[in-house]
């Protein structure tokens, strides 16, 4: 209904790889079918999905959607370390959900999100699958950015967000992988926080409480050029959270 917040009348969604069926027994249970056998965890295909909305006009015929792209095919992946079952890695794609550069038509010009959710470093075993995926599912975008894929980003501005499901300073998974990517000049990093927020952890964007606690796992890192006029995470409390993840927001003055 009109008038009730705000409105986001532009949208992108194709379909995700959770739920994808591989054929393959990955998680090595002796089961085929199961939500973690699937291209992404789970147990009907687009669970766990995502999706972009917009104010502004979406161009989604010159959207990129790179989640068809083969683990194995990303330059420098780890799959080989993975113990993944003979045979999947010619099957088995990077994207656990999805990594998409779409363009929007903003009124000052097109600003190109570049959007992704990793898997969680975690529900594996000592091959240290899930982790060795979760970090170069963040590593796509510095290879994107290198220009080591069959495609190169455009001229126009961009925002990578996401769900990048690993803290720079805690927490399972590797690292690095993160680090690296806060720390390359062509990206900046608003480093959000908000009231509310864990004193000890104030940029942290998600609380599983118990003895993780809260980590930063959410982020939006807007290209080095662009502008930075806010940035925020919203830490409402008690029925306003529909879960363990806070609202990330960023302003930004596009050229």
């Not at 939500?35 to 999905?49: I, M, N, S």
């Not at 190169?152 to 720079?168: I, Q, T």
């Not at 993160?178 to 009231?195: C, E, F, M, N």
């Amino acid at each position: 209904m009109a008038g009730q917040g705000l409105d986001y009348p532009f949208s992108y969604a194709p379909q995700p790889n959770t739920g994808i069926e591989t054929g393959f027994d990955i998680d090595g249970n002796g089961r085929l079918g199961t939500a973690r056998d699937a291209q992404g965890y789970g147990w009907f295909t687009g669970q766990h999905g995502m999706a972009l909305l917009s104010q502004f006009p979406i161009k989604a015929q010159s959207a990129r959607d790179f989640s068809a792209l083969l683990w194995r095919d990303l330059p420098g992946n780890q799959s080989a370390k993975a113990d993944l079952p003979a045979g999947a890695d010619q099957v088995l794609r990077l994207s656990s959900t999805a990594h998409w550069d779409v363009p929007v038509q903003t009124p000052a010009g097109p600003l190109h999100i570049w959007a992704y959710a990793a898997t969680p470093p975690v529900f594996d075993g000592p091959e240290d699958r899930n982790g060795r995926r979760n970090a170069d599912e963040t590593r796509f975008w510095l290879r994107y950015l290198d220009g080591n894929l069959p495609q190169r980003p455009a001229a126009a501005p961009f925002v990578l967000m996401g769900l990048v499901n690993l803290d720079p300073d805690r927490g399972e998974g590797q690292r690095a992988a993160v680090q690296t990517l806060l720390l390359d000049p062509r990206l900046q990093d608003p480093a959000p926080t908000g009231p509310g927020a864990p004193v000890a952890h104030p940029t942290a964007t998600a609380d599983f409480g118990g003895t993780i606690g809260p980590l930063r796992v959410d982020y939006i890192l807007p290209a080095a050029e662009l502008t930075v006029s806010g940035a925020g995470v919203i830490w409402s409390k008690g029925a306003q959270n529909a879960g363990k993840h806070r609202l990330v927001w960023v302003d930004l003055a596009l050229p």
